[in-house]
């Protein structure tokens, strides 16, 4: 540490552009006339000493400090006193059921996201929580629940519990289910939004039937939680399954990804290019799990020798600090946790680039094997990874974009192997949009720490197959059409086991094995499949 030559005060440096500029005030608001209160408002008093555009935050807490929610104002400042207003729902401070004095935690912001000023405010008095207006919605007890054949195997594909909602206020709402088994051991989640009119509305929660087949123990009961349009909880409850469901009955297909071939393997740097991730398989988040929180895809391919792996997260369109993402392997697919043999890799965006962490399962934990990825180790010739921001085919709008570049022999695989993998750690979700504090994850959505190994899904590593090229000659006239006759030749290349025979399917004429070259004729656009 170094002192200074000089002692300072303070008050002789040039004071933050914006600070906050008590006394502050309060009141409760009863806009609708029915005795109770509507909101809180707090009236903060600042002055700007540079005129710009400021943010504030005010996170609103119980006398006892636990959290409630928060607000904020973004607004043009010109120099001298001003104040802002932050609105409190009444309906969350009933939610609460806190009487007594309130604390508002305040803090502004400058246009770059620096923290200026920050200041805390404890309101008046408020003797009785109940005199806030009640919440605009609530579960409305008893709820049912059935189990759903869709594709009429005689395996359940889903777990549907409908949730019975009495609505006061029609709006926007979101129903979050948490399945548990028979010994406490959280299943699956499941997230619906809808719009609800006024009265007695049902909203139904779909649970996945994999998630079933790998817990435990047989499902048991679903926590419940009732929020508004922007996650606020505003009731809770449970409901126990109304009948005795077995794990058995559930379809127990495992989620599984194919790992294309990479004829041209991709630059891993954190963009990316056209055709860069062709042959790749895609993964929808949203699809897989629609509780997943943000919208990305997944691509994965091999070449025999390395594992490709590019997330797309076209929802997070933030360059943040501390976003991530992360894939992790089960290597032997047995669903065992060996020492020495698990492998999960994170990728963390940082002010200088990417920091990357390689992490084995040993001893009972996940220990650090190299920070950053470090290919001169034996069996990491080639690890790579890289967070990056722009646009892909997805979204032309600038997103997080992550990929990774994995040994098999770091994996002990090998083309042609199946082998356990999810995206996620246990350090970070399959991508985590650190300004929004969201996560998705793969092969389901998990609120907390990685699942065990048996929840992983399966990757396969496809073989190579023979790459076909097609060669047209004739007459070329304008805008890529020909004049004349066209012959075709297909040549086929490659591929792990060499090329056995070509089929080609020209007009829908049926598919025919290929020994020469053929013959296109007739005005006309004509389809050839091969």
Do not use: K
């Not at 629940?145 to 594909?157: C, H, I, M, S």
């Not at 509305?201 to 009961?221: E, G, K, N, R």
């Not at 005795?244 to 297909?253: E, L, N, V």
């Not at 998705?440 to 090229?469: I, K, N």
């Amino acid at each position: 540490y170094f002192y200074t030559d000089y002692y300072y005060y303070t008050d002789d440096f040039d004071p933050p552009g914006l600070v906050f500029d008590p006394p502050h005030d309060d009141y409760a608001y009863d806009g609708d006339a029915d005795y109770y209160y509507d909101l809180l408002l707090v009236e903060a008093w600042l002055y700007c000493y540079e005129a710009g555009e400021y943010t504030i935050y005010a996170d609103l807490y119980d006398p006892y400090w636990n959290y409630i929610t928060t607000v904020s104002v973004t607004d043009d400042f010109a120099v001298g006193s001003s104040s802002v207003d932050f609105s409190f729902e009444g309906w969350m401070i009933y939610y609460q059921g806190a009487s007594g004095y309130y604390i508002v935690d305040m803090w502004a912001e400058d246009s770059s996201g620096d923290i200026v000023d920050y200041d805390t405010y404890e309101t008046d008095y408020y003797y009785y929580w109940y005199d806030f207006e009640g919440p605009p919605a609530e579960l409305s007890p008893p709820h049912d629940d059935y189990a759903l054949d869709e594709d009429l195997d005689g395996f359940y594909d889903y777990l549907v519990v409908n949730v019975s909602v009495e609505v006061y206020t029609p709006g926007e709402y979101i129903v979050v289910g948490v399945l548990y088994d028979d010994y406490d051991y959280e299943v699956d989640a499941a997230y619906t939004m809808a719009a609800l009119d006024d009265g007695l509305q049902t909203v139904q929660l779909y649970f996945y039937a994999w998630s079933i087949s790998v817990a435990y123990y047989d499902p048991w009961y679903v926590e419940l939680y009732l929020m508004d349009y922007y996650e606020n909880t505003m009731d809770e409850g449970i409901h126990y399954l109304g009948t005795a469901y077995s794990q058995g009955d559930f379809d127990s297909s495992i989620p599984t990804i194919e790992a294309g071939w990479a004829y041209v393997p991709p630059t891993i740097s954190g963009n990316v290019t056209e055709g860069e991730w062709f042959g790749a398989d895609e993964v929808d988040f949203l699809v897989a799990d629609p509780v997943n929180r943000v919208e990305a895809y997944m691509y994965v391919l091999n070449n025999g020798t390395h594992l490709f792996v590019f997330i797309d997260a076209v929802g997070d369109t933030t360059e943040s600090v501390d976003d991530s993402a992360a894939i992790a392997f089960d290597t032997n697919n047995d669903a065992i946790a060996t020492y020495g043999a698990e492998d999960q890799f994170v990728l963390e965006a940082t002010d200088a680039g990417t920091d990357t962490s390689h992490w084995v399962y040993d001893s009972g934990y996940w220990e650090l094997d190299c920070y950053p990825f470090d290919p001169e180790m034996t069996d990491h010739e080639g690890i790579a990874g890289a967070a990056g921001f722009g646009v892909s085919a997805q979204s032309t709008t600038p997103h997080r974009i992550y990929e990774f570049c994995i040994p098999l022999a770091l994996l002990d695989a090998a083309i042609g192997d199946t082998i356990g993998f999810a995206g996620l750690s246990d350090n970070s979700p399959a991508v985590y949009d650190a300004d929004e504090d969201l996560w998705s994850t793969w092969p389901a959505y998990y609120w907390t720490a990685a699942p065990p190994l048996d929840h992983y899904g399966d990757l396969v590593l496809s073989l190579e197959p023979p790459m076909t090229t097609v060669d047209l000659t004739g007459d070329e006239g304008l805008e890529g059409w020909f004049t004349s006759d066209v012959e075709v030749e297909l040549t086929a290349t490659g591929g792990t086991g060499g090329v056995n025979a070509t089929y080609y399917d020209l007009d829908g004429d049926g598919w025919t094995v290929n020994t020469e070259p053929f013959t296109v004729s007739g005005e006309g656009t004509h389809t050839l499949l091969y």
